[in-house]
């Protein structure tokens, strides 16, 4: 019996270590992480360097408060600023807070403009977070269900339409902001075309509105830039960043940048937690441990290695609608739901996920290695190719097995 919450459809697994990108559970049996604790774990897992770093932190200082400075936090924000060429820095604990941040921010904004009910356009698909405030924005109903009334003040666009934005903000003269993830990650690895994303910033600066864009999911070298606006050659006016910026420490941040820089003052919004050293001091070795040893290129590398080998070895299987991704953000699409594919890989020694039902998402650690690449190929392309095969070839298989 457990007393903890029935929040979790969790599967029949617990790990006791883990070593790169592999995790062994209470049995010893081994497991590859092609999930990455859903690109949080960038450096693998016990990663040398990172656990170093942390003990030394945590035998000085864990914890103080933002009463006061805090020599860490201003070294990582400086780092963040210095790679994005944004402005200042906000530190909360997870996506979620961070996103919570830059809600606020547009509201505030909005109140000095002179416009109190200030709309931000949010994309269908969108996933921001489980708080009331992130679930109004996110665009999976099934998240939503149960919890409305939600707070106001967004309007929903299709993904990836310029017109679509340009309709909506005629309809509604009150919007302030655009907001968006280039690359959607719980709605189904879709990637915004690199126009859509250029055209966006210029409308943004033609109206006056803020450029959001949230790589709480894609950011810190998974697409293999730093941020995957970055493909675009953009800056926006507020990013969101977590999951990967600690490695597994509880981390979040709120970027901002030109209209958005300066808005907040002392007492509009704070944390207990957010911003401690221990999280900082992740951020600060991750970010050090991505760029020394190359995990952007290797991003790239690998995840053009798994979508090649994929490709060939799904060839002319029926009911592959499309794999898709960037660098080490996969999605394989499937005609049908196929969750069940999760345990079936389990079984395999595989970590996946399956999000928007259809769609099997892969998350990989940076530090994922060529062999290991193309291990993920071998053990899931036949638990994709026989959950498609029709179900007369099943039953002529099985009835020849018997005869």
Request: glycine share 10%.
């Amino acid at each position: 019996m457990t007393h903890l919450m029935n929040t979790y459809n969790r599967l029949p697994v617990a790990f006791t270590r883990g070593k790169g990108a592999r995790l062994y559970d209470e049995q010893g049996n081994e497991y590859l992480d092609a999930l990455a604790g859903i690109a949080v774990n960038g450096l693998g897992h016990a990663h040398p360097r990172l656990t170093a770093a942390l003990t030394d932190q945590v035998s000085r200082l864990i914890h103080t408060s933002n009463v006061y400075r805090v020599r860490e936090q201003e070294m990582l924000a400086d780092r963040i600023c210095a790679l994005s060429g944004m402005q200042e820095v906000f530190f909360a604990n997870s996506g979620a807070e961070a996103n919570e941040a830059a809600l606020k921010l547009v509201r505030m904004l909005g109140h000095k403009r002179g416009e109190p009910e200030a709309q931000t356009l949010v994309m269908e698909r969108a996933w921001h977070g489980r708080t009331l405030a992130t679930l109004a924005a996110t665009g999976s109903e099934k998240a939503r269900k149960g919890f409305e009334p939600f707070p106001t003040g967004f309007i929903s666009v299709p993904y990836n339409d310029i017109d679509a934005v340009k309709r909506a903000a005629e309809a509604d003269r009150r919007v302030l902001a655009v907001w968006l993830e280039v690359l959607q990650g719980e709605g189904g690895i879709y990637v915004a075309d690199l126009e859509y994303v250029k055209a966006l910033r210029q409308l943004c600066e033609q109206r006056g509105w803020l450029l959001m864009i949230d790589e709480v999911q894609s950011g810190i070298g998974r697409t293999g830039k730093w941020f995957a606006h970055q493909w675009a050659d953009i800056k926006p006016d507020v990013m969101t960043l977590a999951k990967g910026l600690g490695s597994g420490v509880p981390i979040g941040a709120c970027v901002a940048a030109g209209p958005a820089a300066g808005v907040f003052g002392p007492g509009n919004h704070g944390t207990t937690f957010g911003g401690g050293p221990l999280a900082m001091r992740a951020g600060i070795e991750t970010l050090e441990i991505i760029e020394t040893d190359g995990l952007m290129a290797n991003a790239v590398a690998q995840g053009e290695r798994i979508v090649a080998g994929l490709k060939r070895r799904l060839a002319g299987i029926s009911g592959v609608v499309q794999i898709r991704g960037m660098g080490l953000m996969i999605g394989i699409e499937l005609d049908r739901p196929c969750g069940e594919l999760v345990r079936q890989a389990l079984a395999a020694g595989l970590l996946i996920n399956v999000t928007h039902d259809t769609v099997i998402r892969m998350l990989p650690p940076l530090i994922l290695s060529a062999e290991e690449a193309e291990l993920i190929v071998e053990r899931l392309a036949p638990l994709i190719s026989a959950f498609l095969r029709p179900q007369s070839e099943v039953n002529s298989s099985t009835a020849a097995k018997a005869a």
